[in-house]
């Protein structure tokens, strides 16, 4: 007997440890969802059943930040465990260096089948995944394009890019090599800017009216210089006719509002993108868009009412989507057992402004960008409904990803594995302090660079090219009105904060930009 136990422990062994008891990962990241349209962070906006099961069957993280909050970078550091000075993926506009160090390679060479589908976005072709489909660039709603491994790139017409990504995670998933654990990345696209939904949830959600939040009418007057200069604004920087689908002709006789040759322009070649049945469709259900401005002739105040409505009214319907891709998703792996065994995660590349301070789009420091959703499932090992309250990073997901497949961590990683946080245990030595780097400027939206750290308590926040520092104390401002830098009741904190940003940095080994920081 005993010799046969040892028989088995010696040819089963490596099929054992590399095959079905590893648990497979499941990592869905959507684009730009803030934790604010996920009913299980806030019930305000949009009910999202798919996504609060994540946090029903498992662990919600209500303390989770980005690094760098801006897309490209963002997903430079999942793949990485690093920050943008260490991966060299800075902003938008670099191309990936994907001879570095990938968790997902890693994985593959410890016998993990791994796959990514949907949204990469940097530059370079994917590495590391036995498989991938990407979409090019920021991909496209609606006749969404492909790119496949073969370098080949397949249009599809009829469909729309959040459904399609998640037909095509279940196809691969269908057609997968059983013998391995897999760690599959489904990237959605949505719901990124300009926000075109599903006809269906447009029709759902052009009936609501969204609440408002407090600041959105939030004056500039007393702002830092930073603040002021951002072009960010729902107002002045959001497009009627591109972001909010209003058909130019209902402008034509508004002067303040008449859009430039270019814009109706740019507005003809997007509706041409949109299947014709369904653009009819569409341009009948925003008619009421231009109906509504013919009518009112809005400005200042009253306008930025309308367009906050209209804005949420699309970018909630693409979450719709979302949702329904995550419930789906979730789905298929109950009904194939494979439940059982996966580690299903929930995430975004950075918060987003849903008309605070007036805003759209993402990059500053501020907790509305910095922080980002989180949540996780896996069955019999996380606690169902636990929420963890720590601070924790995005430089975390791939050592986490990496421990929970039983993977050594390379000491180049610079995040720790949350494992234990989702066992429901304190790690030995809790980290105090977030570091922050943003760095892209003056595209898209004139946000000057900044770095700085976040506690649980304060924020501290330096925008070095222009010299300014902000300071915020959260736990009495969570909404970060008062730039508490100067306030003499807080002058002793300033040193102290000081002190553990240098120290992070150097920690981080960030060395730019270079010299004091005073
Ligand atoms: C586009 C958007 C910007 C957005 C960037 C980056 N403008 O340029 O609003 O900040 O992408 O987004 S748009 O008019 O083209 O929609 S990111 O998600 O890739 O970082
Ligand atoms: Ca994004």
Redesign the pocket.
Known sequence: MIRFLLYCCFFMGPFVMQGQQRPNILFIFS??HDADAISAYNKTLISTPGIDRLAREGMKFNNHFVSNA???PARATILTGKFSHMNGHKD?RTAFDTSQYLFPRQLQQAGYQTALIGKW?LQTLPAGFDHWEILPG?GQYYKPRFIGMKNDTITYPNAYATTLTTEKAKTWLDNRERSKPFMLMVNHKAP???WWPEYKHAVHFSKFRIPEPPTLYADTAGKGKAYRDQE?RILDDM?LC??LKIDPSFLENIPQLKASAKEAKDYQSMMAAIPEELRKKFIALYAERGETLRRLKPTGKELLKWKYQWYMQDYLACIASVDESVGALLNYLDSTGLAENTLVIYSS?QGFYLGENGW????FMYDVSMQSPLLMKWKGRIKPGTVNNDLTQNIDIAPTILDVAGEHIPSEIQGISLKQYMMGKTPPTKRTSLYYHYYEFP???HVYPHLGIRTKKYKLVYFYTIGEWEMYDLQKDPTEKNNIYSDPAYKSLVPELKKQLIERRSFYKDTEPAGELN
């Not at 759209?360 to 990059?363: A, E, I, N, Q």
């Open positions: 684009d730009d801006i897309c490209a938008n976005h920021q990124h800017r300009n960010m497009s591109i972001d590349d759209f789009d993402k990059r595209v898209d939206h």
